[in-house]
């Protein structure tokens, strides 16, 4: 597995200039340290767990608060979503695909990244500076019983889109090209202990499979901690993405992404939240579509109260005036909304 590249968050201390968090709230942050370490994870199957989230998995590593990770990650999915040609399948990839033992999802994750001095109630910080495909194709797949139309869509079908990284676009089998808009969609902490295995097909309150093209490179992501050391992973690359990933897929492949870790004890979350140098983004999930809308809403009232004098009444006010809903994601189970918020009206 190749290494690719080596960016940002918000919250109280965001600069929208430089798209960063000022060294002085990261050192802060960080216990004063002035130089954090860099660390890399391989994807190898030694460093990959198959369709499980679990607090109970094996750290693969200990990082300090301000750290970055470079984590690399192969694409979701096994032995069917290989291409004809052998020779395209990365020696790791398929070695990961014949050994590690596949758990209730689809998904390879690292196995986490233990953060010091994270506890339960905190938030994890996550700064998305990278991601990066590192693979020349990917795949797109019609499934049986999953995606927005299962009855509908029933001649069930994997198509193998060439990625060409110089000119960043992907390239489907008909001529089309569309543009790369890589990101991670599985991305998170560990579920409580108590949850025992998740599968990572479904998001929840620890992020996990959120499929939300917003988290990419340029945005910091928020999310509770449930466990000691936050335990983060992330996988299921994405090269690139619709709103509702209306199929069940995106376009598969793998990644490498580079994320700076921070543990805020000055914030509490219940669910996932993020941000970019533009936009606040709250995050609703939950099986029922109007639910997980309604969930969004109450977060980013919540978060614009927080940040200004407004009312709940002025914030609700706002939001239907500037707040666009968005739909995540119709396939994982858990459905998704989120919205956005520009942050130059707050």
């Avoid at 089998?173 to 969609?185: K, N, S």
Wanted: proline share 9%; aromatic share 6%; net charge negative.
């Amino acid at each position: 597995m190749r290494p690719a590249a080596r960016t940002a968050p918000s919250g109280p201390g965001w600069d929208e200039a430089a798209g960063t968090v000022p060294a002085e709230r990261r050192q802060a942050a960080t216990g004063n340290r002035s130089m954090p370490n860099h660390h890399e994870i391989a994807a190898t199957p030694e460093m990959l767990v198959w369709g499980t989230l679990s607090a109970a998995t094996p750290p693969a590593l200990t990082v300090d608060s301000g750290d970055t990770v470079t984590i690399h990650a192969v694409p979701a999915g096994g032995l069917p979503a290989f291409p004809p040609e052998a020779g395209l399948v990365p020696p790791d990839y398929r070695r990961a695909v014949e050994t590690v033992p596949q758990g209730p999802g689809a998904h390879f994750v690292n196995r986490p990244v233990f953060v010091r001095g994270a506890v339960p109630g905190d938030v994890l910080q996550v700064e998305i500076l990278s991601a990066e495909p590192w693979m020349d194709w990917g795949f797109v797949s019609i499934m049986p019983l999953l995606g927005t139309l299962p009855e509908e869509f029933t001649e069930y079908e994997t198509i193998h889109p060439r990625i060409d990284r110089a000119r960043r676009v992907c390239v489907l089998p008909w001529g089309t090209e569309l543009p790369l808009d890589p990101f991670f969609g599985v991305i998170g902490t560990a579920p409580p202990a108590a949850w025992g295995a998740c599968t990572t097909n479904v998001p929840r309150a620890f992020g996990g499979n959120m499929d939300n093209k917003e988290l990419k490179p340029g945005t910091t992501l928020y999310l509770p901690v449930f466990n000691d050391g936050a335990l983060f992973y992330a996988g299921d690359g994405h090269g690139v993405q619709g709103d509702g990933e209306v199929c069940i897929t995106a376009l598969e492949t793998g990644l490498t992404g580079r994320f700076r870790l921070t543990v805020r004890k000055d914030l509490q979350l219940a669910m996932p939240f993020a941000e970019n140098a533009t936009h606040l983004i709250s995050i609703g999930i939950d099986e029922d579509l109007d639910d997980a809308a309604k969930q969004a809403v109450r977060e980013m009232v919540r978060e614009v109260c927080r940040r200004t004098n407004l009312s709940r009444n002025q914030a609700y006010m706002l939001c239907s005036l500037i707040g666009d809903l968005r739909v995540t994601q119709t396939v994982d189970g858990n459905k998704g909304v989120h919205m956005m918020l520009a942050k130059s009206h707050l």
